[in-house]
């Protein structure tokens, strides 16, 4: 285990070098956080198919558990049961817009990870920054359990757990537990807990802050301290389900799939579940007595229980669904964590958007009104009426808005717009809107997928690493 | 002329001080005493110095860390300042501000809370800092030039490290002018 030591000793230190600005160490976050024989338990396994490029780099790395699809490069890196997918990468050729630029892709764009340490963390989604098109990079990078690095390159940053950077190129940051940042392009920032910030410069500025003492129920974790609350709690407490899919070699869910739907041999099914035409259900996201209409998803993460989900739903990487019933069109930003009252007691009308890291956690029935946007952390109906707002209403602000802790200046139309075309994009490339012949996603796609394994070291100075490995057609 | 900076500084034992631990009812009280003091200077001293048990000054008070001091509790005062930071305009900060503020209230009903005027003086002071510093022999050009570059409407003037007084740009400006004016119509007598 020399060799995983000195491994993690050099990805702390370059972590840290970056961070010296912000005085923020991430040895007391992670140094105990994986015991190192953690690492040479699990196999690491990736994805090959006829729809996927094909391309994979490992050297002197540590893959325990981690899942990758793709084209993907990993060196000198410890990467613990995440996922790294590389499905919507560019491709040669392509045109890459931005602002007033027409950018061609000089190759196929590539996930560079190295001198970084993910745990549990989801990659996926491709490079926004154009400077650097062909290469989603995340270098000296630290992230803690259940985060998501999406379409986010990183060099430097240390990133909490369950936050998420999404379509943001980070340098040199501190992002905090539960925070979701999209927000272009950022530098040494120290972004606290539960920070929620969605900016578009010149267009709109959406800022939410989580009430920490609130937020440190459901997530808590700070130097010293493994993450824990709820949300960690959550998962513990299904672990074992997920155990039994990792375990097993050739898994047959029970659920009958259309040939248009994909349910993947890494998800926890328990019926009975229902399975829609057009339906994408992603590795490691969790069913149980749940009912996906239509075009509707589950992510990485994600996990829908006694819930039913009327169609073309977005449930994003991370988010969960216990006890609630989703009218058609409903978005469900990443990590937020909708929970109902024991039976169906959360109800939200269709076209609504929950705005990415929602805590929606009740103990009474509620019922969100169709059409409307909503944030923040909501426990009854006086939480709801300062957490939401009609989208048409949105839609109209010109200049600013203020509803508690939440802030907002900008256009609201253009907020919306994104919005809806997000949502739009994600459906498409995920397959909803196949019609048995044209716009293929994720959800046809990912039906042919085979998986293989790749072992470490068992013993010896080099146990916990895993050979150099080159993977081509 | 070629002042230095000792020519025009305020001798540290001219200057209104308060020990650390004082309230802020102590400062404002301190600070009214000093402009009645004023002495045979044209301009009153506005700031207070903060001093340690061991007589080192480690802070200034003027009048805008006290009005600072004062302003009620509004409860987005941290998230005002994280705001700045990411991106929100100065004018929707300031609608923020101006908003929390109940029109309905009077001066007095906001500057009197008992919680407020017994805030300690190294809750609310201006910390010193190391460019807060400057030697008693340094020209007053390069004076000017710090106090402009640096932002500072005084500075402490040290004589072999230790603080003898204080350069205020108020005298310093006077300075700079009554030089202009000289280079212009030669020597100016300000009663003609």
């Known amino acids: 285990m020399q060799e995983l030591q000195k491994l993690y000793d050099r990805i702390v230190q370059r972590a840290n070098i970056n961070l010296r600005e912000l005085e923020f160490d991430v040895n007391p976050y992670v140094q105990n956080l994986i015991p190192f024989e953690q690492m040479v338990k699990f196999y690491a396994f990736f994805g090959i198919s006829p729809h996927h490029p094909l391309n994979f780099q490992f050297k002197h790395s540590n893959l325990a558990g981690s899942y990758f699809l793709g084209q993907c490069k990993v060196t000198n890196s410890l990467l613990y049961k995440s996922d790294i997918r590389g499905d919507e990468l560019k491709r040669q050729g392509d045109l890459f817009q931005y602002q007033n630029f027409e950018i061609p892709v000089s190759r196929d764009e590539e996930i560079d990870i190295q001198d970084s340490m993910l745990i549990k963390t989801l990659v996926h989604n491709f490079s926004h920054d154009p400077e650097t098109l062909e290469e989603f990079f995340i270098k000296n990078t630290v992230a803690a359990n259940y985060a998501n690095i999406h379409g986010a390159p990183s060099d430097g940053s240390f990133v909490g757990s369950f936050a998420t950077v999404d379509i943001t190129t980070m340098r040199d940051c501190v992002i905090g537990n539960f925070s979701y940042i999209q927000a272009g392009e950022i530098y040494h920032l120290n972004i606290a807990p539960g920070t929620i910030w969605v900016r578009n410069p010149d267009e709109f500025n959406f800022m939410y802050q989580h009430p920490v003492e609130a937020l440190n129920e459901y997530i808590f974790f700070k130097a010293g301290i493994a993450p824990r609350g709820i949300f960690i709690d959550f998962v513990e407490d299904r672990k074992e389900a997920f155990q039994r899919v990792f375990d097993v070699v050739n898994i047959e869910h029970v659920t009958p799939v259309p040939s248009s739907a994909s349910l993947d041999r890494y998800a926890v099914n328990k019926p009975p579940t229902h399975i829609g035409e057009n339906v994408l259900v992603s590795q490691r996201a969790y069913l149980q007595n749940a009912w996906l209409g239509k075009g509707a998803n589950a992510q990485e993460n994600c996990y829908i229980i006694n819930s039913r989900l009327e169609g073309y739903n977005v449930t994003a990487h991370g988010a969960k669904i216990i006890g609630a019933e989703l009218g058609t069109n409903v978005f469900v930003g990443f990590n937020s964590f909708l929970r109902g009252a024991a039976g169906k007691g959360l109800t939200i009308g269709k076209d609504s958007i929950i705005m990415p890291h929602t805590i929606i956690d009740i103990r009474t029935p509620l019922t969100i009104p169709e059409g409307h946007l909503v944030w923040g952390m909501i426990k009854c109906k006086e939480d709801l009426d300062r957490h939401s707002i009609p989208i048409e209403d949105f839609s109209k602000v010109n200049s600013s808005l203020t509803m508690g802790n939440m802030f907002f200046e900008g256009d609201g139309g253009s907020f919306v717009g994104a919005f809806q075309d997000r949502i739009h994009h994600i459906l498409e490339a995920n397959g909803a809107f196949f019609n048995g012949s044209e716009k293929k996603g994720h959800a046809q796609k990912n039906q042919y997928i085979s998986f293989n394994t790749l072992q470490p070291y068992p013993e010896g100075k080099n146990k916990g690493l895993y050979p150099t490995i080159v993977i081509k057609p | ?192």
């Open chain 2, 1 to 192: 002329m070629h002042y230095i900076v000792k020519n025009l500084m305020v001798p540290i034992s001219d200057y209104a001080t308060i020990s650390e631990g004082s309230t802020l009812l102590d400062a404002v009280l301190s600070l009214e005493s000093s402009r009645v003091d004023v002495g045979n200077t044209i301009y009153p001293h506005w700031i207070v110095l903060v001093m340690n048990s061991q007589n080192k000054v480690i802070g200034k008070l003027s009048q805008i860390n006290i009005l600072r001091a004062l302003e009620p509790e509004n409860g987005h005062a941290d998230m005002l300042q994280k705001l700045r930071n990411f991106g929100f305009s100065p004018g929707f900060i300031t609608i923020l501000r101006e908003g929390s503020i109940p029109a309905e209230k009077s001066l007095e009903d906001i500057y009197t809370d008992p919680q407020i005027m017994n805030m300690k003086v190294e809750d609310f002071m201006r910390k010193i800092e190391k460019n807060d510093f400057i030697d008693e022999n340094t020209p007053l050009t390069t004076a000017a030039h710090q106090m402009s570059v640096r932002k500072r409407l005084s500075m402490l003037v040290t004589k072999e490290g230790e603080v003898v007084g204080v350069l205020r740009l108020s005298d310093v400006f006077t300075a700079v002018i009554n030089a202009m004016k000289t280079t212009q119509f030669g020597s100016y007598d300000h009663d003609e």
